[in-house]
């Protein structure tokens, strides 16, 4: 069974301030694919990164940047000095290659300028 | 855009009512999905579609009825919902797989059933 943990259902943060969004997995699959989304108000589900399980490096894009480790089963995911538009809720996903990809439950970041 | 176009955004629906969900890729994906994102609830996937044939049903109930007439449309079918069928619907597409960038998904239609 895969599942997506997300424990923080909300932060708020003050403009320019670092936030960190926590994403713990759990899958019996070697091969699988974490994802994090992004929902604006507007509803669409916009997508920010793609990570294959035999790929640990972390990457950067712009103010973006994810950690993967392995280890602790945790793909986190840190906006930094966060802007108004960063506001939205982060979804964390699990694809183990069986057209199932499970979400967490969603962080809610609400950046206050 | 996303590449992936739902109609209508905004539906509201008596019980007794019955009426059909788009959403239209032409980014030439082969598989499409069907997801229910409810407040305070994580996005459950409904139906999956690959190469035209449906290879899951997550235990929706038969009153939701999805139709896939070629890989670049997408319908569900609703008649007689319950009010805890109100929900944002979101599709989505992806190759084979989720390869590449994975699934690219819709705005979402808002139902509203009444």
């Known amino acids: 069974a895969q599942k997506v943990t997300q424990a923080q259902t909300e932060i708020s943060v003050v403009e320019k301030e670092d936030v960190t969004l926590d994403c713990v997995y759990e899958?019996?699959?070697?091969?699988?694919?974490l994802f994090w989304y992004k929902q604006p108000p507007s509803g669409e589900l916009v997508f920010l990164i793609r990570?294959?399980?035999?790929?640990?490096q972390n990457e950067i894009s712009g103010r973006y940047s994810w950690n993967f480790q392995k280890s602790t089963s945790s793909f986190n995911f840190t906006i930094t000095a966060s802007q108004v538009v960063d506001s939205a809720v982060y979804f964390c996903?699990?694809?183990?290659?069986?057209?199932?990809?499970?979400f967490g439950a969603g962080t809610t970041v609400t950046v206050r300028a | 855009e996303t590449g992936v176009t739902q109609t209508p955004r905004h539906l509201v629906m008596g019980m007794t009512n019955k009426k059909s969900l788009k959403c239209e890729q032409h980014?030439?994906?082969?598989?499409m999905y069907w997801y229910k994102q409810s407040a305070k609830k994580p996005l459950e996937l409904m139906f999956v579609?690959?190469?035209?044939?449906?290879?899951e049903n997550n235990s929706v109930p038969s009153r939701f009825s999805p139709e896939c007439p070629n890989s670049s449309h997408l319908f569900l079918h609703l008649h007689t919902l319950q009010p805890e069928d109100s929900a944002l619907y979101l599709c989505?597409?992806?190759?084979?797989?989720?390869?590449?960038?994975?699934?690219?998904f819709g705005s979402g239609t808002r139902l509203t059933v009444v």
């Open positions: 989505a597409s992806s190759l084979l797989g989720g390869a590449g960038d994975g699934y690219t």
């Open positions: 579609y690959s190469l035209e044939e449906r290879v």
């Open positions: 996903a699990l694809d183990s290659n069986d057209y199932k990809l499970s």
């Open positions: 980014l030439g994906h082969n598989a």
């Open positions: 899958t019996r699959d070697t091969t699988y694919y």
């Open positions: 990570r294959n399980s035999f790929d640990e």
